[in-house]
Every structure is written in C-alpha cells, then in structure tokens.
C-alpha cells in the first residue's frame, strides 16, 4: 500500500517542507528548504523573531511547491508530520499552526515529532540498524549522544556542558568574517593548510573554552583563519571520538551520527577511522530538513 507523508520543519531558522512516499519502497518526492541566513547576516546569529515572521511568509508558499514538485495534491496525503519541540518557540508554534489548519481543512492526521530524534533515525532510512545503537548529534544548537533502545525508547548519554558544537564553528567564522552559518566555509578554509596548532582536547563535551582559545589566537596572536579552521577540526574530532569511545564498551553497537556538523567530511572521516559501525545521512539529510521530520513521523505514527 502506497503511504505519502509530509514533513515540515520550522524549529529554527530554516523553513523545510519534505515528501516521502512509501510503498515496499522509501522514494524522497521532494525535499525543500529555504534559509533565512541572508536575513539574520547583519546580527551575526539568529534572532527568533525574524526567523518566526519570515516562516509564516515563507511556508505556505514552500508547502506548494513541494506538493507540485511531487505531482501530488493535499488529497493524496496520508500523514502530515511537523518538529513539535525543541526549537524557538514562535518558530514551533508556526509550523504547528500550519499543519494544525490543513488538517482541518482536509482531514489528515498530524503527529508533532522531536526535532533531535528526526535527526537521529534519519540514517536509518538507507539502511537497517539494529537496536540498540548510539546516536551523536551535532548541529547548530545541540550536541548530545543518545542512546536508543528502541525507536521511541532514548536516553541521553551526554549533552554539551556549554555551547553546541555548531556555535563553535560559527562563532570562529564570524570573527574570520565569514558569512552566518559558517561550517561550510571553515572546512573549505582548513583545506588549504596541513599545519595544525597543538590545543588541548577538553575532558567532557564542552565547546565554550574552545570558542575563547581559537579567537584568541585569531585576534591576539594574529594565527592565520586556515590553520585554525584546521586546528579546530581536528580537535573537536579527537574530543568525539573521546567521547564515544567512553560509551563503546561493546565494540559492535552501532553509531548514527546527525545533525549539520555531520556534514563535515574531516569529522566524518576521523569518526569512520575510529568506530566500525558508523552511519552518516547523506549530505542535504545532514541539516535541518523537511524529510526527517516526515520520516519520524513514518515510523512512530503506529507506536504508542
Ligand atoms: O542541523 P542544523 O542544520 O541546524 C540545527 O539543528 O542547529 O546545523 C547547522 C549547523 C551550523 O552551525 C553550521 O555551521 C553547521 O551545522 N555545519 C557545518 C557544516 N555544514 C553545516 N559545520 C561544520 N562543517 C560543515 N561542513
Ligand atoms: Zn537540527
């Protein structure tokens, strides 16, 4: 039987409408987004209530364009899935309310979902893994490992004692100048340089110490931004594979690895070096987007 579900996300700063269809078969019929990062550049990080206005501007009109992209009308939906917790909360409340009036209007069941278990089963999606298994998540606002027992049984593990590991990232790009968010370009910049600057790994998961160090030796000891692009790279990977190294006693439980940072290759690489079983989404299924949410949806809808 044919299922068609719809994700949207609107936790944060980007406003994210995906379709899936399931038969015997998983197909992705789209996947859009739109950021906000042009709007928020001028405050250098994201501010809730631009974000929230720009959502309720933008969603309806994303929602469309992916309902046509997918040759579908809301008639054909079976399940509209949205990020119920955590986010921003005029960012939540829009998405909510959205979805809220569709399913009035057409009669379809909603379920809201957690953002941060999205972003952790979406690997599961190119790939079986068997339970239980750790899931790292590494964005923009979160750094935690969860450990999952069952789809919707979780405990966190660890979580950030400070920053996430995403606001590192952006924070040492702001001061290198470079555009909000910065991930992308810092793991560009790191490419040009093999020098590495030796910086202690901290003990726990913690970024906020980091954050100070690198900026200090960006403005005071005027360190070229490549060399700590690459310093920090290589650092913070040492501090999750430390990480996960305290919580892999069983050397075959399998790692899903989510969330934006979980796009960057030399982190992906140092984490495959060192664990077996590690799975990473594909690129775009990395950051936020519309198809976790549909995907969490998918295999939670039927569980109590
Ligand atoms: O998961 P995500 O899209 O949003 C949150 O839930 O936070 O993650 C966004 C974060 C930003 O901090 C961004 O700089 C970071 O992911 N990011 C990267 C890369 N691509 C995105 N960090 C390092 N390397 C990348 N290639
Ligand atoms: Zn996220």
Known sequence: MKKIIIGIETSCDDTCVGILEITDKIKILSNLKINQNNLHAKYGGIVPEV?????????PIIFQEALDLAKITIRDVDLLSYTKTPGLLGSLLI?????????????????????????????????P???PFLSLIISG?????????????YEILEKTTDDAI???????????????PAGTNIELLAQSTKVILPITVPKTLS??????????????????PAII????????SQLLVNVLKKHTVDKNISIVVGGGVAANQYIKNSLKENFKNIFFPIQELCTDNGIMIAWCGHLLQHIE
């Open 166 to 180: 995403g606001e590192l990232f952006d924070k040492v790009g702001r001061c290198m100048g470079l555009p909000f």
């Open 95 to 127: 998405g909510e309310n959205f979805v809220k009036g569709l399913a009035c209007q057409n009669d379809i069941p909603i379920l809201g979902v957690n953002h941060l278990q999205a972003h952790s089963l979406i690997a599961l999606i190119e790939q």
């Open 141 to 153: 606002g979160h750094t935690e490992l969860w450990q999952f027992n069952s789809v919707n049984n």
């Open 51 to 59: 974000a929230a206005r720009s959502h309720i501007n933008r969603l």
């Open 207 to 224: 970024f906020s110490g980091l954050k100070t160090k690198f900026i200090r030796l960006l403005e005071e000891d005027k360190q070229e």
């Open 229 to 236: 692009a690459n310093s920090l790279q290589k650092v913070v």
């Open 129 to 131: 893994i068997t339970y």
